[in-house]
């Protein structure tokens, strides 16, 4: 399995930024589709966004598209995800995960390495 580690959450006002990045160690950080999920209180961990091996392709949830941007630097091991325009209800733990092969959807299931999540608060 890979290891992951969250970074970059914190306390942002609305329509701020936070940049958020996830190291991965253990295994060969290019054989795998990167994803980016969150939890807020109460709810389910759902989808935001997805990036293939090479970071070509990327696929976002509804309610982050234009504002939210995934991206990858394999030389790093490291995926990153830019949120711009934060919104209250973006607040939540949010996780990074990992997917060996290929990028299909952003299904929780086929994720099967995870990180401990980084807290992500944005106040109205």
């Known amino acids: 399995q890979v290891q992951l580690v969250e970074s970059g959450g914190g306390l942002v006002q609305a329509g701020g930024s936070l940049r958020l990045s996830c190291a991965a160690s253990?295994?060969?950080?290019?054989?795998?589709?990167m994803g980016w999920f969150r939890q807020a209180p109460g709810k389910e961990r759902e989808f935001v966004a997805g990036?293939?091996?090479?970071?070509?392709?990327?696929d976002y949830a509804d309610s982050v598209k234009g504002r939210f941007t995934i991206s990858r630097v394999n030389a790093r091991n490291t995926v990153y995800l830019q949120m711009n325009s934060l919104k209250f209800e973006d607040t939540a733990v949010y996780y990074c995960?990992?997917?060996?092969?290929?990028?299909?959807?952003?299904?929780?299931?086929?994720?099967?390495?995870w990180g401990q999540g980084t807290q992500v608060t944005v106040s109205s």
């Open positions: 995960a990992a997917k060996r092969g290929s990028y299909s959807a952003g299904r929780t299931s086929d994720f099967g390495s």
């Open positions: 990036i293939n091996w090479s970071g070509t392709s990327t």
């Open positions: 253990g295994r060969t950080f290019s054989d795998y589709a």
